[in-house]
Antibody, heavy 118, light 110 residues
Framework: EVQLLESGGGLVQPGGSLRLSCATS????????MDWVRQAPGKGLEWVSS????????FYADSVKGRFTISRDNSKNMLFLQMNSLRAEDTALYYC???????????WGQGTMVTVSS | QSALTQPASVSGSPGQSITISCTGT?????????VSWYQQYPGKAPKLMIY???LRPSGVSGRFSGSKSANTASLTISGLRAEDEADYYC??????????FGSGTKVTVL
């Protein structure tokens, strides 16, 4: 069974940092691009970041560019999101997502909540 | 990237068909046949329902179908059932390994 399990969320002050992790299993992790998608409370989905299968290419939404860094460890089947200079508007449930083939997000984790507040 | 435009809500009676529109631009929906649709129940993670405009993943009911014309994609749910009551989001590839989601539509089964 394919599984994605996020961790690392929590309460952080504005300007602070958090590192999210996503443990994956049930598929050949190194063959697929992976993404982070977030959802603010009561709001819609927002694409955050993508990383290609090899890790050699990373891409970001304008809203997080320069503050967030996506990375992966293919030897451990893990995906990460380093979030710096956090703002109140970054408050959201962050989903780890497997990309089917650059065309859709076919597997979603249950999400980890990030709250940015003083 | 601005969110794709979806109606805030759509409703229908059991057995009816409903269609949810998803309007983007020539830079996203209009440029790529890479539109996907997601169903989300309250408190749950989204589920892929349609990919590449009209293809269904294994296990998704044939009552769900997708289409696209110019900058607008559509999701049609036929034979509406109580279990279809959920939020639905469209998503389009926008080039450069980036994606844009729709604003979301709440489907209510009357």
């Amino acid at each position: 069974e394919v599984q994605l399990l996020e961790s690392g969320g929590g309460l952080v002050q504005p300007g602070g940092s958090l590192r999210l992790s996503c443990a994956t299993s049930g598929f050949t992790f190194g063959n697929f691009a992976m993404d982070w998608v977030r959802q603010a409370p009561g709001k819609g989905l927002e694409w955050v970041s993508s990383i290609v299968a090899t890790g050699s290419g990373t891409f970001y939404a304008d809203s997080v560019k320069g503050r967030f860094t996506i990375s992966r460890d293919n030897s451990k089947n893990m995906l990460f999101l380093q979030m710096n200079s956090l703002r109140a508007e970054d408050t959201a449930l962050y989903y780890c997502v497997k990309v089917r083939s650059q065309d859709a997000f076919d597997i979603w984790g249950q999400g980890t909540m990030v709250t940015v507040s003083s | 990237q601005s969110a794709l435009t979806q109606p805030a809500s759509v409703s229908g009676s059991p057995g009816q068909s409903i269609t949810i529109s998803c309007t983007g631009t020539s830079s996203d929906v209009g440029s790529y046949n890479l539109v996907s649709w997601y169903q989300q129940y309250p408190g749950k993670a989204p589920k892929l329902m349609i990919y590449e405009v009209r293809l269904r993943p294994s296990g998704v009911s044939g009552r769900f179908s997708g289409s696209k014309s110019a900058n607008t994609a559509s999701l049609t749910i036929s034979g509406l059932r109580a279990e279809d009551e959920a939020d639905y989001y469209c998503c389009s590839y926008a080039g450069g390994y980036s994606y844009v989601f729709g604003s979301g539509t709440k489907v209510t089964v009357l």
